[in-house]
């Protein structure tokens, strides 16, 4: 590591605690919500001693980080971290030496329970896949472009100020589907993509999407798990919602539809040209 980082390498990816027994040719972390610590591999201050550092691009899976300072990290503007246990450490003393960083992913690891990205001034995307522990994430970035949150148990996102925000993924519990709305109106002015995720029954949850108003919005994902089924009927109360709608999409894995027939009088979306139903093994014919 020292040789790769003193040579002004710009890109780095370290996997040193993988196991390939169970998917013979796939890497696969033991430890993929980073409980364990003995025997991986610690990325550490000395391995930046007497270099100049350069490093543009880190990834690491599996591993632990060591002690660091705001030089280490001077350059960085993508960072990648997974299966790592990032409860343990000080992560807004680590977000505030990121300057530069630009994009960060979380993956498959356990952290806080609160975690805030406030520091990270230069953010435009973030990604949080399948993590564990984190119940609240802050987020104040003026320059902040992209949030997908995917396979995740439903923490809340508290939004402050992200007028730059255009695109949006995550998981609502429908309970919390009024106040997520509503911080996406009043902070996420420039929205233009939203996919939700749900495993709760829309059809009670209709009234807090009908009564938003998304007028930059083009694309919106409905993603369904699980659960009692969802009349699609009911859409033209959320369609309203979306004036400049031109990407509807469907991603089903219930068993069944309410199946329904809307009156030639219903609403017409004036914008919308693409309507898409994905499904998955188990889910209607129909």
Do not use: W
Not at 45 to 51: A, D, I, V
Not at 121 to 148: D, H, P, R, Y
Not at 258 to 265: F, H, Q
Not at 266 to 282: A, M, N, P, T
């Amino acid at each position: 590591m020292s040789f790769a980082i003193g040579m002004g390498a710009e890109e780095l990816s370290i996997g040193l605690y993988c196991d390939k027994k169970d998917r013979p040719g796939v890497p696969y972390p033991v430890d993929p919500f980073g409980a364990l610590t003995k025997g991986k591999y610690v990325f550490q201050l000395r391995n930046f001693e007497g270099s100049k550092a350069n490093l543009k691009s880190l990834r690491l899976v599996g591993c632990l980080l060591g002690q660091y300072s705001p030089d280490q990290f001077r350059c960085l503007q993508t960072l990648t971290v997974a299966c790592t246990n990032l409860a343990q450490y000080d992560l807004h003393g680590m977000f505030t030496c990121l300057l530069k960083l630009k994009s960060l992913t979380i993956e498959r690891c356990t952290l806080p329970e609160k975690l805030s990205l406030n520091s990270l001034t230069q953010l435009e995307n973030f990604m949080i896949v399948s993590c564990e522990g984190v119940k609240v994430v802050g987020v104040s970035n003026m320059n902040l472009v992209s949030i997908q949150s995917v396979r995740n148990n439903g923490f809340v996102f508290v939004l402050r100020a992200a007028p730059n925000l255009k695109h949006f993924r995550h998981l609502v519990r429908a309970i919390q589907l009024s106040f997520f709305l509503t911080q996406l109106q009043k902070h996420c002015p420039a929205l233009q993509s939203l996919a939700i995720s749900t495993f709760s029954n829309l059809v009670k949850y209709t009234s807090p999407i009908a009564t938003a108003n998304f007028c930059r919005v083009t694309k919106l994902c409905l993603i369904f798990g699980e659960g009692p089924p969802f009349d699609v009927v009911k859409m033209n109360s959320i369609l309203r919602a979306f004036p400049c709608l031109k990407k509807l999409e469907f991603v089903l894995t219930l068993p069944d539809l309410e199946e329904g027939k809307a009156e030639t009088n219903e609403y017409v979306h004036k914008h919308l040209k693409q309507v898409v139903f994905l499904g998955f093994r188990g889910t209607s014919d129909g």
